[in-house]
């Protein structure tokens, strides 16, 4: 008691609570200035340790000074602050080091789809927050709430998607996730299994919610949680009758919530989410709706609908017609997406700036045909959300297509160091890499993955297929046996061995695998996958006949998947399989179908049926006619992917008309755009064997026959490069093997035709 009147009489006390009071208004000062002016939220923290770890030098100072008559400098003052100084001087070093206390937001100079520079200022990768909203529960009973439990949080996120310090996620990101989990509604998802995948995802928060309908009125619960505890950080219960008026309370308080700054005059908007959605209550529930149908129930037709009366109520709702046109695009009604798209662009104020890309994008892709502006409309994107992996993946299917390999790695490069907990992104960097035709590499990358991953045995089959492309054919055998002991069922693993089986000439190992894969397959995709092999084998066999019956099998399932506009894509390519059949009229007929059925841009494809048929039938005019055609295609949808194949038909019109080194050219440059194609080293040695340089043939010819030694016709090609040379035996080697490959080709087929004479010719 006396020390404690001690420390009364020299102020100690009243001095220190001054000081903490003190403390307090600086950290509430800081803490406001901070969101204000967007500095970084690392200067409260620096305002609640740096003034605590002074507390010892203010208590020395009051204790020997506080109270009257004692003026002089002890030698605990004189050792004690110093040391004191020193300590929270390095403390503050070693905890803060490496952080920015600087602003939360940096300036960035953008170029827009019409090539104007504009300065803006964006928040820095490090202080936007990670967040997933989950859709909302309810009491199964309460019906009125079904369409809320979707409707009020999609409305919040939409809200939030306004502000640039904030990085979201939705259910509809994640649903296969869900779907594996039991929760393929992707509502009532228990709290372990949200905070399970919200720290998969490196989510900071996420959001759970209740609502329900009480007498006509709305009633919500929101609670926010730490990510990385699962721990309750905030919960607030809302009531009213207007949803997207509670939306906007919502996300407010969640703002507050998880301080996020003001990005001030500079930043995003924030408007109430009437206006960047809809003031129509009706329009917001239809789209809605069609929500639930396309992503719970996969009803597309019932989502396209749904979608068409909420336009109809509000055609200013952008967000929707952007959606309806997605709708219409999957449901192979293309020609009736131009309208909406444009009604998006007219009202594109109405959409949230990252949205305002997207549709963008999509506009000048596929209105506008306009693939540069496409991709500067994604590169603004990207270079205004720089951690957004959104517009990464967007820009990366760009590059795919324009078949810029550089860049696409880059970008997905990009991705993994956003997202690590992608680590599928390091299975399409390997596949990049082994179509580039660095094998080392991708192999590199694919052990990489398996390492992380050693349970995974699909990463055992990009093995397998990337060995046979190198020509490692025992050791693929090795990777696929590994993959089926972990996986016996596995229809993709199946496939894979009986290819492997069909090219090492074990044709009947070859058909068993696709029968115990196709009575394994239990969805459409899975007996697709199945057909496509078998295509393969009787098209490799000769028998292009059942390879159609096949073909068509196919088709079929995949209309269950995919959009009637792919179907008919997919079936403009095999034109060249009809003909070569003599099949003509159903060949042309496939050519016709997609010049009515697929829309401008799409409808430019068409040339590239009408060239494999004219390939079928050698018939080098009508070919070299039909090479203007693709090449305006090529450059119309900046689609590169698609050159190797235009090299190829070039090259194979030289041939014909004898011109070898014009066609060596040709499938030289085919070869330095696609790599990885074993095919095109067959196609170069036929032109060296016509140009009498046998021995570079045979090593080119090898090279295809490393990958497919039970290729018959590269074994064909083998053979009449060895009869030019006068080597009769190995010729007539080569040549029966491919004629035991086409055993029971067709009757008509040329190529089984043409090895039949040359072993009359050869005595074979």
């Avoid at 100072?61 to 110093?82: C, L, M």
């Avoid at 219409?328 to 909406?340: D, H, K, L, Q, S």
């Avoid at 096949?550 to 009637?564: C, G, M, S, V, W």
């Avoid at 090609?717 to 040549?735: F, P, S």
Wanted: net charge negative.
């Amino acid at each position: 008691m006396t020390y404690f009147k001690d420390l009364l009489r020299r102020r100690v006390p009243q001095v220190v609570a001054i000081y903490f009071g003190a403390c307090w208004g600086l950290l509430e000062f800081v803490d406001f200035i901070s969101q204000r002016f967007a500095l970084s939220p690392h200067l409260i923290d620096l305002a609640l340790v740096g003034p605590l770890l002074l507390l010892p030098s203010i208590v020395l100072v009051t204790y020997f000074h506080g109270a009257s008559g004692q003026d002089e400098w002890v030698t605990a003052e004189k050792i004690g602050i110093p040391m004191n100084l020193l300590v929270a001087a390095l403390f503050l070093v070693f905890f803060f080091q490496g952080k920015d206390l600087g602003a939360a937001t940096t300036t960035v100079v953008v170029t827009d789809e019409d090539g104007v520079e504009s300065e803006r200022v964006v928040p820095k990768t490090e202080f936007r927050k990670r967040l997933t909203v989950y859709f909302f529960d309810a009491e199964p009973e309460d019906t009125a709430s079904t369409w809320l439990q979707y409707g009020l949080p999609m409305a919040v996120l939409s809200d939030l998607d306004q502000d640039h310090f904030l990085d979201l996620k939705a259910p509809i990101h994640f649903p296969d996730r869900l779907r594996e989990a039991g929760f393929g509604e992707m509502v009532n998802v228990p709290l372990s299994l949200a905070r399970e995948i919200a720290e998969e995802q490196h989510r900071e928060y996420f959001v759970m919610g209740t609502v329900a309908t009480v007498d006509g009125e709305v009633q919500a619960t929101v609670s926010t949680y730490d990510a990385n505890r699962g721990r309750l950080l905030e919960e607030q219960t809302y009531a009213g009758t207007d949803v997207l008026e509670m939306a906007d309370r919502i996300s407010v308080q969640l703002r507050d919530d998880l301080k996020i700054p003001d990005l001030g005059d500079d930043g995003a908007q924030d408007l109430p989410v009437s206006e960047i959605l809809t003031d129509s209550p009706s329009a917001f529930r239809l789209s809605t709706e069609s929500l639930i149908a396309t992503e719970v129930e996969r009803d597309f037709a019932r989502g396209t609908e749904l979608m068409e009366k909420a336009v109809a109520e509000d055609p200013t709702f952008a967000n929707a017609q952007a959606a309806l046109a997605n709708l219409y695009m999957f449901t192979n009604r293309p020609a009736e997406m131009v309208g909406p798209l444009q009604a998006a662009m007219d009202h594109i104020y109405r959409l949230a700036e990252r949205n305002r890309f997207i549709v963008k994008s999509n506009y000048y892709f596929l209105v506008r045909q306009d693939t540069d502006k496409a991709m500067a409309a994604l590169d603004m994107w990207a270079d205004l959300f720089p951690d957004d992996v959104q517009a990464h993946q967007n820009r990366v299917q760009i590059q795919f297509l324009r078949d810029d390999k550089d860049g696409a790695l880059a970008t997905l490069n990009t991705i993994l160091e956003l997202a690590p907990e992608q680590r599928d992104v390091l299975l399409q960097i390997g596949s990049l890499h082994e179509s580039n035709g660095d094998f080392p590499a991708a192999k590199e990358v694919f052990h990489q993955y398996a390492d992380e991953f050693p349970e995974n045995h699909q990463v055992l089959s990009q093995l397998a297929a990337l060995a046979r492309g190198m020509g490692s054919l025992e050791e693929a055998r090795g990777y696929y046996d590994r993959a089926l002991l972990m996986a016996p069922s596995d229809v993709g693993l199946m496939v894979g061995m009986g290819s492997l089986e069909r090219v090492t000439g074990n044709f009947d190992e070859a058909l068993a695998q696709y029968e115990a894969a196709m009575a394994t397959a239990g969805t459409p995709e899975e007996r697709a996958q199945v057909f496509s092999a078998m295509e393969a084998y009787y098209q490799a066999r000769g028998q292009v006949g059942r390879s159609i019956e096949i073909l068509e099998q196919r088709l079929a399932e995949a209309t269950a998947y995919l959009p009637d506009f792919a179907v008919v894509q997919q079936r403009l390519v095999e034109a060249g399989t009809y003909a070569e059949a003599g099949r003509l009229d159903d060949a042309w007929n496939l050519v016709a179908e997609a010049r009515t059925q697929l829309p401008p841009p799409f409808d430019a494809m068409a040339p590239l049926g009408e060239m494999d048929i004219y390939l079928t039938l050698e018939d080098v005019d009508s070919i070299e006619a039909t090479l203007p055609g693709v090449e305006a295609f090529i450059n119309t949808l900046q689609y590169e992917i698609v050159r190797p194949a235009l090299l190829a038909a070039q090259g194979e019109a030289h041939v014909l008309r004898g011109e070898y080194q014009e066609a060596i050219r040709a499938f030289e440059e085919q070869r330095r755009l696609a790599p990885s194609s074993t095919g095109v080293s067959m196609d170069l040695g036929r032109c060296y064997r016509e140009l009498g340089e046998y021995d570079r043939a045979v090593s080119l010819i090898e090279e295809t026959l490393k990958t497919s030694p039970y290729g018959a016709r590269t074994n064909y090609e083998m053979a009449l490069t060895y009869e030019a040379m006068g080597r009769m035996d190995e010729a007539r080697v080569h040549l029966n093997r491919a004629l035991e490959v086409w055993e029971d080709a067709d009757p008509a087929y040329k190529w089984a035709q043409r090895a039949r004479e040359a072993a009359d010719r050869l005595g074979g």
